[in-house]
Nanobody, 116 residues
Framework: QVELVESGGGLVQAGGSLRLSCAAS????????TNWFRQAPGKEREFVAG????????YYADSVKGRYIISRDNAKNTVYLQMNTLKPEDTAVYYC?????????WGQGTQVTVSA
């Protein structure tokens, strides 16, 4: 079992920055990749960014490429999402997601609100 806890969400003006954190606990040695998804009101949950836990390869949705940076601190079992140049359309609940073998885990989500 893996537990994920997100933090770092909040309210920010357009053009501002936020850094989200996703702290993993439990069987963290089984994690192969961690992703961030987001879900805006009335919309489906969408992939935002991902990182391979072992080799550090990163992946981004086109909508955030060049503005968001995903990184990891293996010693702390934590993945970060640095979000820069935020736009009102980035407003959503952001969820951390971990892949561990055939299992998939989700965090509880953290709200990010970007005001115009």
């Amino acid at each position: 079992q893996v537990e994920l806890v997100e933090s770092g969400g909040g309210l920010v003006q357009a053009g501002g920055s936020l850094r989200l954190s996703c702290a993993a606990s439990g069987r963290t040695s089984s994690i192969s990749g961690t992703n961030w998804f987001r879900q805006a009101p009335g919309k489906e949950r969408e992939f935002v960014a991902g990182i391979n836990w072992n080799v550090g390869s990163t992946y981004y949705a086109d909508s955030v490429k060049g503005r968001y940076i995903i990184s990891r601190d293996n010693a702390k079992n934590t993945v970060y999402l640095q979000m820069n140049t935020l736009k009102p359309e980035d407003t959503a609940v952001y969820y951390c997601h971990a892949e561990a073998g055939s299992q998939r885990y989700w965090g509880q989500g953290t709200q990010v609100t970007v005001s115009a």
